[in-house]
């Protein structure tokens, strides 16, 4: 009751000066979005359009969604936005708007939309990114299981005309009768890989391979050396994805070398415990969506490029363990349409758009990509990096299995030591040391590319070449993974106020940020804020080159750290305080109601950056927890945090 009184009489004293003062807040549209992307013709969809919008002065029922030009200028009023939970909003009062509509169109055709928002004193409209939707032409029934038909009876031909005629007469002849086939619309041969477009549309490739082909081929320590500024995967998962898999073929031995490797290795421990192998229809489309969710991807499959028979564009596919089905196509529908999917000995290949469109997000992972033509150029690559990943070893060519798990054994042997007396040496250390990158091998002894395979490595950044097995480090320290990636998140009395956004940042393209912030101080009103803490932390091993944790906190608020403030704590992995870096930091003084940030106390960005010696910790696992104390009475506050790092 007292804390009520005092902030009444403090009101009272400071009214003249707080009612003349306006809040410097961002103001604009943010982060716009919108799910799903496309759809195929004559079915009806629900598409939910979403923006962070700035709330300080703006006029709520501005926030709109336009049907919009290529140009993105609006052209239709698709609806006013709600952030009240409403309307498809998954949580109000978070300055997320939300819109559904519905598409239902019965051409192929692009459409594209625009968020909108004004605000009080401002005569400019504020508008977001345009938001593009596409309308593809969908797969006839039957198209996928025509192309299956198509592909097995080009790949058993060629294996027959092969005992009668040489390997460059039995190409051709492959290539030809794709071309003769009244189903197929266009194909084209690169190498030993023809590819197809048939007049339904399904896209497919044919490995015509040489069936001669060779198959056989060859903890928890410290590290006493850990080289400095190395990088680490962003987690202990492991992913073995490896459809077709048969554990009496010798030609798995890329799978079973990976499991063995991991399973043993004496800097890291892995998980789950023991690892596994991910075989046939487990090594799912499905499961490529969650390829972010492991730390070391292994992929043993089949790979190719499809090279458009028009276009002459060049992507590099890879197998998947699912089937063509007509239940998959139907779930498949607007993917195979989009031509995100195609069709391959009898399975679905899939290109790098569908990892561009529905893998999540990827924190340091590490890829083998143990298949034909993996890296043969930048797709691939490009789609994962995208998502996070940072680093890829892969194939330029059709490899022979025997060299492909020969080079995975050597690079392994230094990268996951068994043995404690060998320190584990980085990506980059590990390659160098591999002699023989290129394979001798050649489908039916010729070479289409070249002298054969290249072993290959990419790197998101040269920093990267660093990357080690080892546990440590923090992760998505910058949020750039645009969610919650790597961090533990929540809040008392049900606060669900903890965010990802785009409205205020340091660096890069996000920041967290704890507290409800969508209305002006207009007295005492319990509804507008929460009450009590709300928090986010990770824990992490502390790297022996390591001595500083820093990171970047900006306050926005209508109260003081008397009541309302910010904490940021070293801590031990059972929430005991090891080092108070911040206590109730926030706008100083008793003088609630008028807008207070650091922008305006500080005269200058309002980041202030923080940094506090963690050297005492090296080698350990510890803490850092921020959390945010709201006192319920009606005054928000919000506080950001960007680009935690160490160094």
């Given at each position: 009751m007292q804390k009520s009184l005092d902030k009444i009489l403090i009101l009272f004293l400071s009214f003249i000066l707080f009612s003349s003062i306006s809040a410097q807040a961002d103001k604009g549209v943010f982060n716009a979005q919108i799910s799903p992307i496309d759809t195929i013709t004559d079915t009806l969809t629900v598409v939910t359009i979403t923006a962070e919008v700035g709330s300080e002065d703006l006029y709520i029922s501005s926030v709109r969604a336009y049907l919009a030009s290529n140009t993105g200028q609006p052209i239709s009023l698709l609806g006013q936005m709600y952030d009240d939970g409403t309307h498809g909003d998954a949580r109000p009062a978070d300055t997320i708007f939300t819109i559904q509509v519905e598409v239902d169109e019965p051409v192929a055709t692009d459409l594209n939309f625009v968020v909108t928002a004004a605000y009080q004193r401002d005569r400019n409209r504020y508008l977001s990114n345009i938001l593009d939707f596409r309308i593809h032409t969908a797969i006839p029934y039957g198209a996928t299981e025509e192309m299956v038909e198509i592909t097995k009876q080009l790949k058993d031909d060629f294996l027959d005309n092969l005992s009668v005629v040489n390997v460059e007469r039995a190409l051709a002849l492959a290539l030809q009768q794709a071309i003769n086939d009244p189903r197929v619309e266009n194909a084209v041969l690169e190498g030993i890989t023809l590819s197809l477009i048939s007049k339904n549309g399904v896209r497919g490739i044919v490995i015509l391979s040489d069936p001669s082909t060779p198959s056989d081929g060859p903890g928890n320590s410290v590290p006493t050396n850990l080289p400095q500024n190395f990088k680490s995967p962003g987690n202990d998962g492991v992913l073995i994805f490896a459809p077709g898999y048969n554990a009496a073929d010798r030609q798995n031995q890329i799978a079973d070398s990976a499991l063995l490797k991991f399973n043993s290795a004496e800097y890291m421990a892995f998980s789950p415990v023991p690892l596994t192998i991910t075989p046939d229809n487990n090594a799912s489309l499905e499961l490529v969506k969650d390829w972010g969710n492991y730390g070391a991807v292994v992929i043993h499959t089949h790979g190719g490029i499809f090279t458009h028979p028009v276009t002459n564009n060049r992507e590099v596919v890879l197998l998947s363990g699912t089937v063509v089905s007509e239940a998959n196509d139907n779930t498949y529908a607007t993917d195979l349409a989009a031509h995100r999917l195609g069709v391959s000995d009898g399975k679905y290949i899939f290109y790098p758009s569908f990892i561009d469109v529905y893998a999540n997000n990827m924190v340091n992972t590490f890829f083998y990509l143990g298949a034909c033509h993996s890296l043969d150029n930048d797709t691939l690559w490009d789609a994962l990096r995208a998502k996070g990943a940072k680093v890829a070893l892969g194939w330029s060519d059709t490899v022979a299995r025997s060299f492909n798990t020969e080079k995975f054994n050597e690079l392994a042997a230094?990268?996951?030591?068994?043995?404690?007396?060998?320190?584990?040496?980085?990506?980059?250390?590990?390659?160098?040391?591999?002699?023989?990158?290129?394979?001798?091998?050649?489908?039916?002894?010729?070479?289409?590319?070249?002298?054969?395979?290249?072993?290959?490595?990419?790197?998101?950044?040269?920093?990267?070449?660093?990357?080690?097995?080892?546990?440590?480090?923090?992760?998505?320290?910058?949020?750039?993974?645009?969610?919650?990636?790597?961090?533990?998140?929540?809040?008392?009395?049900?606060?669900?106020?903890?965010?990802?956004?785009?409205?205020?940042?340091?660096?890069?393209?996000?920041?967290?940020?704890?507290?409800?912030?969508?209305?002006?101080?207009?007295?005492?009103?319990?509804?507008?804020?929460?009450?009590?803490?709300?928090?986010?932390?990770?824990?992490?091993?502390?790297?022996?080159?390591?001595?500083?944790?820093?990171?970047?906190?900006?306050?926005?608020?209508?109260?003081?750290?008397?009541?309302?403030?910010?904490?940021?704590?070293?801590?031990?992995?059972?929430?005991?305080?090891?080092?108070?870096?911040?206590?109730?930091?926030?706008?100083?003084?008793?003088?609630?109601?008028?807008?207070?940030?650091?922008?305006?106390?500080?005269?200058?960005?309002?980041?202030?950056?923080?940094?506090?010696?963690?050297?005492?910790?090296?080698?350990?696992?510890?803490?850092?927890?921020f959390d945010q104390r709201l006192d319920g009475y009606g005054d928000q506050q919000r506080v950001y945090v960007d680009d935690v790092t160490l160094e």
């Open positions: 230094s990268m996951l030591p068994t043995d404690a007396n060998n320190d584990p040496l980085t990506v980059s250390q590990s390659f160098d040391n591999i002699n023989d990158k290129v394979d001798g091998w050649c489908p039916f002894g010729i070479c289409f590319g070249g002298d054969g395979a290249e072993f290959t490595l990419k790197t998101a950044s040269a920093d990267w070449d660093n990357f080690l097995f080892y546990e440590s480090g923090l992760i998505n320290g910058d949020f750039e993974t645009g969610d919650w990636t790597g961090w533990i998140h929540g809040g008392q009395n049900g606060q669900t106020w903890q965010l990802v956004i785009s409205s205020r940042v340091n660096d890069g393209s996000f920041a967290g940020a704890l507290g409800r912030w969508d209305t002006a101080y207009h007295g005492s009103d319990p509804t507008a804020e929460p009450y009590g803490y709300e928090w986010f932390y990770q824990d992490f091993v502390v790297p022996q080159n390591v001595t500083y944790l820093k990171f970047y906190w900006w306050m926005e608020t209508y109260d003081t750290a008397v009541w309302d403030w910010f904490d940021a704590y070293i801590q031990d992995t059972n929430g005991n305080t090891l080092v108070t870096i911040l206590s109730q930091a926030g706008k100083p003084g008793t003088n609630y109601g008028p807008y207070w940030s650091t922008q305006i106390a500080d005269g200058g960005s309002g980041w202030r950056e923080v940094s506090v010696d963690i050297s005492a910790y090296r080698g350990q696992e510890i803490r850092i927890y």
